[in-house]
């Protein structure tokens, strides 16, 4: 029996040192994702993704673009709630890492803090949905696509036993789907946190999606954002256009920008794209994209994104939320209240596109603000505070 029992420990020996052998690089993932957040190292995590998970590059362009430079302080206020702020306070205060303003092809204010630099490349989180849209414009424009009104099963049968089984693309990009997804941050056992981990321990993106059963409201009466809605609109474009995200992304958007320096995507480890914040690439480059939606999506004499997509996209057209919300909501981008042709992309912990078509002004923060989803000393989201402080900078330059 000794003999038994001691056999029985050796082989439990060699399987958990098998284990740990074959899971080493998820069990340091998932260490690494447990603090990835942590105060004292949220900085530096956030300008080097590529440590913690699977990515797949994407080089430099051989002809970069250069911005002109012109530079001019920023204002030295703004009006929030009706007080007077330094917006040098202001941006220590939402922890910025980054804050650059475009005007037209002309770098009119660019800083880093927090002891980053202009060649970091920084996550995007949500910022990405927005360049999912664009590369949907382009799947439509060439057919592809049918119909905004087709079905998720129309292209991705296996989700008909899933809660997509009735949700349009249009939707899906509305943030309408009515999945049944739990978006809290703060809550460990929220869905999206669920999902971290799971990317965390090897699962697939993919299988992640399909497992979700459950419909919180039929599709389209309400918007109720969930990030796993990107996931599918990047699924569904594999589907339709046969090609791998990572594909459509440089040959429809990365080789069109001239971007300055490399970037890359978050993977699953099958090397699926984690499409709905993911993204990573320099501020600059962040910029290009923006410039390339204030002016109609064209860009070097090129019509890249169809001008009626970015029209449309940019505009609200998302039923009503089913929580109160300042902000309307588009194909994938956000819509300020009383919004004057402007619109923003926008990514947890204090990442913003901001684009103002009429200014001729783009606006990108960076930053690595643990307290983002709570409201500020003046009783405002910094979100909220964030497209005031981008409208104010605006008007500011374009007088």
Same mark, same amino acid.
């Given at each position: 029996m000794k003999r038994i029992i001691i056999g029985l420990l050796v082989v439990l020996l060699i399987i958990g040192i098998a284990a740990a052998v074959i899971k080493g690089p998820q069990v340091k993932r998932a260490l690494a994702v447990k603090h990835l +957040?942590?105060?004292d190292r949220i900085v530096a995590n956030? /300008?080097? =993704?590529?440590?913690?998970?699977?990515?797949?590059r994407y080089a430099a362009s051989e002809n970069p673009h250069v911005w002109g430079k012109t530079p001019e302080d920023l204002p030295e206020f703004v009006t929030l709630g009706g007080e007077q702020v #330094? %917006?040098?306070d202001w941006l220590e205060e939402t922890d910025t890492t980054a804050f650059l303003v475009i005007r037209g092809n002309d770098i009119v204010f660019e800083d880093y803090y927090k002891g980053t630099h202009a060649d970091d490349r920084r996550i995007s989180w949500s910022m990405s949905k927005s360049f999912v849209s664009a590369i949907f414009g382009t799947a439509l424009e060439r057919g592809e696509i049918s119909s905004l009104d087709d079905k998720v099963t129309d292209y991705i049968p296996e989700m008909a036993d899933s809660a997509y089984?009735?949700? !349009?693309?249009? *939707?899906? %990009?509305? @943030?309408?789907?009515?999945?049944?997804?739990?978006?809290?941050? @703060?809550?460990?056992? /929220?869905?999206i946190n669920r999902m971290g981990r799971a990317i965390a321990w090897g699962d697939s993106m993919d299988g992640?999606? #399909?497992?979700?059963?459950?419909?919180?409201r039929a599709p389209g009466t309400a918007r109720h954002y969930v990030s796993i809605d990107t996931h599918i609109l990047g699924m569904v474009l594999r589907s339709a256009t046969g090609e791998t995200f990572h594909? %459509?992304?440089?040959? #429809?958007?990365?080789?069109?920008?001239?971007?300055?320096?490399?970037?890359?995507?978050? !993977?699953?480890?099958?090397?699926?794209? +984690?499409?709905?914040?993911? %993204? *990573? @690439? !320099?501020t600059r480059d962040y910029a290009l994209f923006g410039a390339l939606f204030r002016d109609g999506g064209k860009w070097n004499g090129e019509q890249v994104v169809p001008a009626d997509w970015v029209a449309?996209? !940019?505009?609200?057209?998302?039923?009503?939320?089913?929580?109160?919300d300042p902000f309307d909501y588009g194909y994938q981008w956000w819509v300020p209240e009383n919004a004057d042709g402007d619109f923003y992309a926008n990514g947890i912990y204090g990442q913003t596109i901001y684009i103002n078509p009429k200014a001729n002004i783009v606006i990108v923060k960076n930053s690595a603000? #643990?307290?983002?989803?709570?409201?500020?000393?003046?009783? =405002?989201?910094?979100?909220?505070e964030g497209v005031l402080v981008s409208q104010q900078i605006s008007e500011h330059y374009s007088r």
């Open positions: +957040f942590d105060y956030f /300008s080097n =993704m590529d440590k913690v998970f699977p990515v797949q #330094r %917006l040098t089984s009735d949700a !349009t693309l249009l *939707n899906v %990009l509305n @943030m309408s789907s009515g999945v049944g997804f739990n978006e809290d941050y @703060m809550d460990q056992d /929220s869905d992640f999606s #399909r497992s979700l059963k459950v419909q919180d594909e %459509l992304f440089e040959t #429809r958007l990365w080789s069109k920008l001239g971007a300055s320096h490399s970037g890359y995507y978050i !993977t699953d480890e099958g090397g699926v794209a +984690f499409v709905l914040g993911g %993204l *990573n @690439m !320099t449309a996209s !940019t505009a609200k057209s998302a039923p009503s939320p089913d929580i109160a603000d #643990r307290e983002f989803t709570e409201a500020g000393p003046r009783g =405002m989201s910094p979100k909220h």
